[in-house]
């Protein structure tokens, strides 16, 4: 398993070299996500339907602390599919790094980027 740490996800994100996968369950994502990732709950994760590997723009795994994205890249493992890497710390890391993020406001509604 590959671990990157959210800087590097960051950098490699805005580059375009990689496909952010969140793990998350879609309460999770919808209140907060990082702009760009797709969904993919853990729940109803199946390897089979995730973007094709691509040496030059692989798929990167996330989730809120790194434990949903290991088991996703291990279910990967398991079906000889080879997405084998993602961001340590998950979504916690990012922010304890304060990376850009989306957040939604319950009470409004509205999502803003938080920095």
Not at 37 to 54: G, M, N, R, W
Not at 94 to 106: E, G, H, I, R, S
Request: aromatic share 6%.
């Amino acid at each position: 398993m590959n671990n990157l740490s959210a800087t590097d996800v960051a950098l490699l994100l805005e580059q375009g070299k990689i496909v952010l996968i969140d793990v998350r369950e879609p309460h999770e994502y919808l209140a907060e996500r990082i702009e760009g990732a797709l969904l993919f709950p853990l729940s109803t994760f199946s390897p089979a339907k995730l973007p094709p590997v691509s040496a030059d723009k692989p798929v990167v795994f996330h989730c809120g602390a790194g434990v949903r994205s290991a088991k996703a890249v291990a279910a990967c493992e398991d079906l000889g599919i080879a997405h084998s890497s993602h961001m340590a710390g998950g979504m916690g890391a990012w922010k304890q790094t304060q990376l850009p993020y989306l957040k939604l406001d319950p009470q409004t509604g509205q999502t803003s980027r938080i920095k």
